[in-house]
C-alpha cells in the first residue's frame, strides 16, 4: 500500500490540529461587530461574517473542536462499554446472553438519532448532555458486532487451550478474544467518528446540543438557514466542513478495513 | 499394455529465477492402459501440483516451465485452450480429497452429474436421467432415483465422495486422477471407496492415477508406485517390488516412520523396561459420562429432543498408562475428552480424578485444579494463539496457576520446557507461524507440561502431521511418559499409533464404548461387531504377492 499522504488523511489531520489548537489560538468567536452582519468573505474575515457579526472562520474552528470533542468522546464511551457487554455476552452465553440480545434489538429497532433526541431532549440541552445521549445509543453497534466475533473466536482451540490452563475470564479476554476481534471493532470506530459528528452537528441543529453563544458546526447551520438566500456562505462554510470531514473519515474506515481485514489462520 | 500417459521432465515452477519455488522439478513416468499408478508423498512434495499441471489447471502463480505429457501420443501442453475442455472429464477425469467443498451445494446430485453427459456425450432429457440414474447405481448410492434429485447436504462424506466419482465416470475417461479421494473419510468408508474404484477399473479398463500418502492404501491398490519427495520421483517401481524392498532411502525412512507393534515391541526390546510408573489405583475414574445437546425448534426455542453425544461412558485410567480412545468421527470421542476436562459439562455421570469429583467443584478450586489435566488438539494450527509469542503461549498457564515467583523465573522454566520437547530456548521469541506443523505441536506439549499436569488428553495430535513427523511426535510423548510418569488419554481414528503407543484401548461408536481391553485383546480378538468390523477396514500392508 502506498505511504503517500492522501486527500483524506490531510482533511482528518487539519482538523484534528485545529481543534486541538483551538484554545490557544487568537479567536474572537463571540465579538459581535454589529455593521459588519451577514456581510460576505473579504480580507480580514475570509469566511465572512454571520447574522451578529461575528467571524465565520474563528467560528468554525471553534465548531471543529466540538465536534471533535463530542465525537471522541462519544465513540471512547461505546467502544468501551460496547465491547465489554458483546464479550461478556458472548462468553457467558444463556440468558445473559439472551437478555443482551433482546436489549440489543430493541435500541437497533428505535431510530437512534430519534432516541438521542429524545434523550437529550430529557437530560436538557448542552454538550455534556449531548455526549451521553449520543453514547447510550452508540454502545449498541459495538456491542452487536464484539457480540458476533468473539462468538466466532470463543471456540478457537487456544482459547480452549487457555481455559484447561485455568486462565481467568479477564486474561482471556485481553490476550485471546481482543486481540482477535479488535480489527473490526476499530473499523467500526471509524464510521462511528463520522456518524458521530453528524449526530452532533443534527443535535445542535435542533438546539439540543452546544448552546449559544458557543459555536458548533450543527448551530452555525442552524443560525444560518434563515439567511441562506440572503448570506448563503453561512450554511456553506460549516455545511461543506462536515461534509468533508465525515467524507475523509469514511474513505480512511474504508482503506483502513482493506488493511486490516486479512483473515488470519 | 500401451502406453496411456506419458508425462516428461515436467517442471512446474512458482514464481520466476532464482527465488522460484521449484515444486514439481523434472518428473517423468509412464501410466498403462487400465492399471493404478500411485504417486506417493508427503505434504508439499508437489503430488497435487503434477496432477493439476497434467490437466493445466494449475493456479495463476504456478508455471509449466518445460516438460511434455502425452495422452495417447498427443502432447495436451501443445493443445489451445478449447481442445484442453475435451480432454478435461472427457479423457481425464479428477477427483478431490474434500468431497465436502467439491460438490456445488445448490444444484442436485442428478443436475451436476448430467451436466458432464451433456457437455461429453451430447445427452439431454430423459436419455440424461437414465444414464445418471445408472452411473449412481454403479457407484453404489442406494435408491438412486429418488436421491438423484437431493442435495449434497443431503448425502454423507463417503456418498458424495460416491457422487464425485459418477461425475467422473459421466464423461467414461481413459485416465481418472484421483488426489487424496479417501483422506477425509473415514476408514471403513476408505474401504468402501478403494473398493469401489478397483471394480470401476475392472469394469471400464480406465487407468488410475492415485495419489495418497498413506503407505496402507498404496499397497492394497497399486500396481505401480512412485515415490515423491520435494518435487522429484525418487522412486519408481512395481507395488510387489517396492513392497518387498524400497530402494530410496526416503523410501525405506517412510516405512521406518510407521508406528506398529512390531515397533514399540523392538523399543521396549531395547529400553529393558516398560512403565515403571504405571500403578494399580486410578488416576481418572469416568463413570458413566454423558453430555446431551438439546436440539431446539420453533418460535420459542422449545426442546424438542437431544443428542446424545456421549451415552454413558466408564473408563478409568492409572498413573503412567495410555489409554486410546478409537473411533471415527462424529463417536464423540472428541466430546468426551472435554467433558473430562470440564471444558463442557456433562449432562450427567462423574469425573472422578485423584479422589475428587470434578463435575462437583467451581470456579476458584475448578481453576486450581485444571493445572492436572491438560489438552494438546489436532491442529496445531488453531490450537495457538497466532498474535501471542512462543514464550507468552508457554507462560499462560504458568500464569493461572500461580506457579514462579517472577518474569525471569518463568522464562528460564520456558526455556527448559522447549528444551525439554526438543526446541531450542531461542525459538521463545518468535511467533506461531514461523513453525512447522511438528515444532508447533511441540509447542503444543510444552504449553501443557508447563504446569505439571498428571493426565495429558491428546486429541488426535498426529492426525494433521505426515508420518515422518507423527513418528516424532510419538515417540517424544513416550519419551515424556517414562520420564514425568504422565498418563495420556489418546484419542484417534489411527489403529497402528494405538497399537504402537497404547496400553489400553477402548472402541467408541456412537456416543458408546462398545469395547474395551488391553490393545492385544482388543486388537487382535475383537468380540465387537462393530470392532471387527473397523479393523477390517483399516488398510495393511501386505506381504507380496497377495491382494
Known amino acids: 500500500m502506498n505511504n503517500q499522504l492522501s486527500f483524506p488523511a490531510i482533511v482528518i489531520f487539519i482538523w484534528c490540529v485545529i481543534a486541538l489548537c483551538a484554545t490557544f489560538l487568537p479567536l474572537h468567536p463571540e465579538v459581535i461587530i454589529l455593521e459588519k452582519i451577514l456581510m460576505p468573505p473579504e480580507w480580514q474575515a475570509w469566511l465572512g461574517y454571520d447574522d451578529l457579526g461575528r467571524l465565520i472562520a474563528d467560528r468554525m474552528i471553534m465548531g471543529a473542536r466540538t465536534s471533535l470533542l463530542v465525537a471522541f468522546c462519544v465513540v471512547f464511551v461505546s467502544l468501551l462499554v460496547g465491547t465489554m457487554v458483546g464479550i461478556l455476552a458472548a462468553w457467558f452465553g444463556g440468558w445473559w446472553d439472551n437478555i443482551t440480545v433482546f436489549v440489543i434489538d430493541i435500541f437497533i429497532a428505535f431510530p437512534g438519532i430519534l432516541l438521542a433526541i429524545a434523550l437529550a431532549g430529557l437530560l436538557g440541552p448542552g454538550i455534556t448532555n449531548a455526549v451521553i445521549a449520543l453514547s447510550i445509543v452508540g454502545w449498541v453497534g459495538f456491542a452487536r458486532l464484539a457480540r458476533a466475533q468473539t462468538l466466532t473466536v470463543k471456540h478457537r482451540e487456544h482459547v480452549d487451550a487457555a481455559r484447561a490452563l485455568g486462565t481467568g475470564i479477564s486474561r482471556i479476554a485481553f490476550r485471546h478474544l481482543l486481540p482477535l476481534i479488535s480489527a473490526p471493532l476499530i473499523i467500526e470506530a471509524t464510521f462511528a467518528i463520522a456518524g458521530t459528528v453528524i449526530a452532533e452537528a443534527s443535535l445542535s441543529f435542533l438546539g439540543l446540543g452546544v448552546q449559544p453563544p458557543e459555536a458548533s458546526w450543527g448551530s452555525m447551520i442552524r443560525d444560518g438557514t434563515r439567511y441562506m438566500l440572503v448570506a448563503p456562505h453561512m450554511v456553506l462554510a460549516p455545511g461543506i466542513a462536515v461534509f468533508l470531514v465525515v467524507l475523509s473519515i469514511n474513505l480512511l474506515g474504508d482503506r483502513l478495513r482493506d488493511k486490516m481485514d486479512v483473515r488470519l489462520g | ?324 480412545i478409537v473411533g471415527e468421527s462424529g463417536s464423540g470421542k472428541t466430546t468426551m475428552g472435554k467433558g473430562i476436562l470440564q471444558l463442557i459439562r456433562p449432562t450427567d455421570g462423574g469425573v472422578l480424578f485423584d479422589g475428587r469429583e470434578l463435575t462437583q467443584i467451581t470456579g476458584e478450586e475448578l481453576r486450581r485444579k485444571r493445572s492436572d489435566i491438560q489438552i494438546v488438539f489436532q491442529d496445531p494450527y488453531s490450537s495457538m494463539n497466532p498474535r501471542m509469542m512462543i514464550a507468552d503461549i508457554v507462560e499462560e498457564g504458568m500464569l493461572a496457576q500461580g506457579i514462579g515467583k517472577n518474569r525471569g523465573e518463568r522464562m528460564q522454566r520456558v526455556d527448559k520446557l522447549l528444551e525439554q520437547v526438543g526446541l531450542k530456548p531461542e525459538h521463545k521469541y518468535r511467533y506461531p507461524h514461523e513453525f512447522s506443523g511438528g515444532q508447533r505441536q511441540r509447542i503444543c506439549i510444552a504449553r501443557a507440561l508447563a504446569v505439571e499436569p498428571k493426565l495429558i488428553v491428546c486429541d488426535e495430535p498426529t492426525s494433521a502431521l505426515d508420518v515422518s513427523v507423527q513418528s516424532q511426535i510419538l515417540e517424544l510423548l513416550k519419551e515424556l511418559q517414562e520420564r514425568l510418569g504422565l498418563a495420556y488419554l489418546f484419542i484417534t481414528h489411527n489403529i497402528s499409533v494405538v497399537e504402537y503407543i497404547a496400553h489400553y484401548v477402548a472402541v467408541m461408536y456412537d456416543g458408546k464404548i462398545v469395547e474395551q481391553g488391553n490393545v492385544d485383546e482388543v486388537l487382535y480378538q475383537p468380540r465387537h461387531p462393530y470392532t471387527q468390523k473397523l479393523l477390517s477396514a483399516v488398510p495393511r500392508i501386505k506381504t507380496a504377492g497377495r491382494r
Not at chain 2, 489447471?57 to 485452450?81: M, Y
Not at chain 2, 448430467?114 to 445418471?132: I, M, P, W
Not at chain 2, 512412485?226 to 523410501?251: C, L, T, W
Open chain 2, 1 to 324: 499394455m500401451s502406453t496411456l500417459l506419458e508425462v516428461e521432465n515436467l517442471k512446474t515452477w512458482f514464481g520466476e529465477g532464482e527465488n522460484a519455488i521449484r515444486a514439481v522439478d523434472g518428473i517423468d513416468f509412464k501410466i498403462s492402459q487400465g492399471e493404478t499408478f500411485v504417486l506417493l508423498g508427503e505434504s508439499g512434495c508437489g503430488k497435487s501440483i503434477t496432477a493439476l499441471s497434467i490437466m493445466r489447471l494449475l493456479p495463476p502463480a504456478a508455471k509449466i516451465k518445460s516438460g511434455s505429457v502425452k495422452l495417447n501420443g498427443k502432447n495436451l501442453f501443445e493443445l489451445p485452450e478449447y481442445a484442453m475442455r475435451d480432454v478435461r472429464g472427457g479423457k481425464i477425469a479428477m477427483i478431490f480429497q474434500e468431497p465436502q467443498t467439491s460438490l456445488n451445494p445448490v444444484l442436485t446430485a442428478g443436475q451436476q452429474i448430467g451436466e458432464t453427459l451433456q457437455c461429453h456425450k451430447g445427452l439431454k432429457g430423459r436419455a440424461q436421467r437414465d444414464r445418471t440414474i445408472e452411473l449412481l447405481n454403479a457407484v453404489g448410492i442406494p435408491e438412486a432415483e429418488r436421491r438423484i434429485d437431493e442435495y449434497p447436504h443431503q448425502f454423507s462424506g463417503g456418498m458424495k465422495q460416491r457422487i464425485m466419482i459418477a461425475i467422473a465416470l459421466a464423461g467414461e475417461p481413459e485416465l481418472l486422477i484421483a488426489d487424496e479421494p479417501t483422506t477425509a473419510l473415514d476408514v471403513t468408508i476408505q474401504a468402501q471407496i478403494l473398493q469401489l474404484l478397483e471394480k470401476l477399473q475392472q469394469e471400464t479398463g480406465m487407468a488410475i492415477l492415485f495419489i495418497t500418502h498413506d503407505l496402507g492404501v498404496t499397497s492394497g491398490i497399486a500396481d505401480h508406485v512412485a515415490v515423491m519427495y520435494a518435487g522429484k520421483i525418487v522412486e519408481i517401481n512395481s507395488r510387489d517390488a517396492f513392497f518387498a524392498a524400497p530402494q530410496h532411502e526416503y523410501s525405506r525412512h517412510l516405512f521406518s516412520a510407521l508406528p506398529s507393534r512390531e515397533k514399540r515391541n523392538r523399543e521396549m526390546a531395547e529400553s529393558g523396561k516398560e512403565n515403571k510408573h504405571l500403578s494399580d489405583s486410578p488416576l481418572l475414574t469416568v463413570n458413566d459420562l454423558k453430555v446431551h445437546y438439546p436440539i431446539r425448534k420453533g418460535l420459542f426455542k422449545k426442546v424438542v429432543g437431544y443428542v446424545r453425544a456421549v451415552d454413558g461412558v466408564t473408563i478409568e485410567i492409572r498413573k503412567g498408562q495410555t489409554v486410546a
